[in-house]
């Protein structure tokens, strides 16, 4: 069973950055993918950015250029970079890893971009 645990969320100014961390508790070496997703109020969840083991990224078109999926292997760990915050970013940020044909989840962190 792998435990996925996110941080790095918070309040951020429009225009602010910010990196979000989801630390695996066992080895990523050989998952499918792992991804960001977020939910905002009143909205379904949505992709946001997503990483295979042969690090292709996918990112939807609305954070295309501001934000950078990335993983690190050795760290069991895979990064989001955000900067150029909008308001509409505002959602809490889920992390999936995807191994075997199972879909993990964290437990989500909360991102609050203020105008």
């Known amino acids: 069973q792998m435990q996925l645990a996110e941080s790095g969320g918070g309040l951020v100014q429009a225009g602010g950055s910010l990196r979000l961390s989801c630390a695996a508790s066992?080895?990523?070496?050989?998952?499918?993918?792992m991804g960001w997703y977020r939910q905002a109020p009143g909205k379904q969840r949505e992709m946001v950015a997503r990483i295979t083991s042969g690090a292709t990224t996918t990112y939807a078109d609305s954070v295309k250029g501001r934000f950078t999926i990335s993983r690190d292997n050795a760290k069991n760990t895979v990064y989001l970079q955000m900067n150029s915050l909008k308001p509409e970013d505002t959602a809490i940020y889920y992390c999936?890893?995807?191994?075997?044909?199972?879909?993990?989840w964290g437990k989500g962190t909360l991102i609050t971009v203020s105008s």
């Open positions: 999936l890893l995807q191994l075997w044909g199972i879909n993990y």
């Open positions: 066992g080895s990523i070496s050989s998952t499918n993918a």
